[in-house]
């Protein structure tokens, strides 16, 4: 049985291709600074979106994490959508290893405006409160069904930034999947942050790791909490030789994934299916009644999706979704969804 694998764009393997790369890659100790493919990586990475300084973490969530922890001292605030991927997913953090205090901004599709942020800032000197001192963004939004930022949405969260004397950090887990749909180059999302780091390991296809980049002064504070996270990989360039290769060589691929979501939802909204939100990318939501027991019966023909609550399905493209399993896709779906409603 054809196995096709919708639950995330992490599940996606490296291909021939990046495996022998991997498999020449120079490495040596990162730790010491000798790696010479996690330097290459870290320099192209700072360069692509203009930032002095780069740095390659195992994870997304180390990488937000060690960014929160460059900008900003225990008992400050940090403010950020309700639905970030910080604030849900990564257990946390921000209070147990930061000792910071999250609020949050109702959003929607994962954004917010420049005015909900700035009700949420506190800046007086009253011993009762809480200072803030970053804001974070994420783009694409995961829980907001992939969507991406308009940029004069993004600039102005970065003048309220300047205006208020506080950092901005932006997850971009997907970032380049925002600017292959907005056709917006990432330096530009860049320009509007202090700090922004991407995953290598999502749609862009490497088996792991993200990159933060920054100032030279903000990265060398995150290369310390790095360490101090048990991030320090040593001979991380396998890693570093993946990911380069994949921004060198995949980017441009998102475009595919975000083309065959569109196809998907066209097929399937055909049929009476509901999309809870927009998905310009590579991110959908479906409605449906019991999706647990929708995503077993899908599951059973070979078709992997995550149940998210009790009526709503997700379903992500990536680069081991081609033509042929996208058709295969919404065959199956036709026929579980079909036999659910009747
Ligand atoms: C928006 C967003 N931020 C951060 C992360 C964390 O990345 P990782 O799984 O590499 O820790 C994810 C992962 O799905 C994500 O979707």
């Not at 809480?130 to 974070?136: A, C, N």
């Not at 939100?277 to 479906?286: A, E, F, G, R, V």
């Amino acid at each position: 049985m054809m196995r096709i694998d919708l639950r995330s764009d992490t599940v996606t393997k490296p291909s021939g291709a990046m495996r022998k790369i991997m498999a020449s890659a120079e490495v040596g100790d990162d730790v010491y600074g000798e790696d010479p493919s996690v330097n290459r990586l870290e320099a192209y990475a700072a360069e692509l979106l203009n930032k002095e300084a780069g740095l390659l973490l195992p994870t997304g969530t180390m990488a937000n994490l060690v960014a929160y922890l460059a900008q900003t001292r225990p008992g400050e605030t940090l403010i950020m959508s309700e639905g970030a991927h910080p604030f849900h997913y990564e257990h946390a953090n921000v209070a147990m290893v930061g000792g910071l205090l999250v609020r949050t901004i109702p959003d929607i599709f994962g954004k917010f405006t420049a005015e909900k942020a700035a009700a949420q800032i506190v800046l007086e000197d009253d011993p009762h409160l809480s200072i803030t001192t970053l804001i974070s963004v994420e783009n694409t939004t995961n829980r907001g069904g992939g969507a991406c930022w308009d940029f004069h949405e993004f600039e102005a969260i970065a003048a309220l930034c300047r205006k208020n004397k506080l950092r901005l950090h932006c997850d971009g887990a997907r970032l380049f999947n925002a600017c292959v749909a907005t056709n917006i180059e990432a330096r530009y999302f860049a320009q509007c942050c202090d700090t922004v780091c991407f995953c290598l390991s999502k749609g862009l296809g490497a088996p792991a790791g993200s990159v933060l980049v920054g100032t030279r002064e903000t990265i060398h504070r995150a290369r310390r909490y790095r360490k101090m996270l048990g991030g320090g990989m040593r001979q991380a360039g396998v890693i570093a030789a993946a990911g380069l290769y994949a921004l060198e060589h995949q980017m441009d691929d998102l475009r595919n994934d975000h083309e065959r979501a569109r196809r998907f939802r066209r097929a399937l909204e055909a049929e009476g299916n509901i999309f809870a939100l927009p998905s310009p990318t590579n991110i959908l939501y479906m409605q449906i009644a019991n999706a647990d027991a929708a995503a077993a019966l899908l599951a059973d023909r070979g078709v992997l999706v995550l149940a998210h609550g009790r009526d709503l399905m997700r379903v992500v493209f990536h680069r081991d979704i081609d033509d042929a399993a996208l058709e295969r896709a919404i065959e199956i779906f036709k026929q579980v969804l079909g036999n659910a409603q009747n």
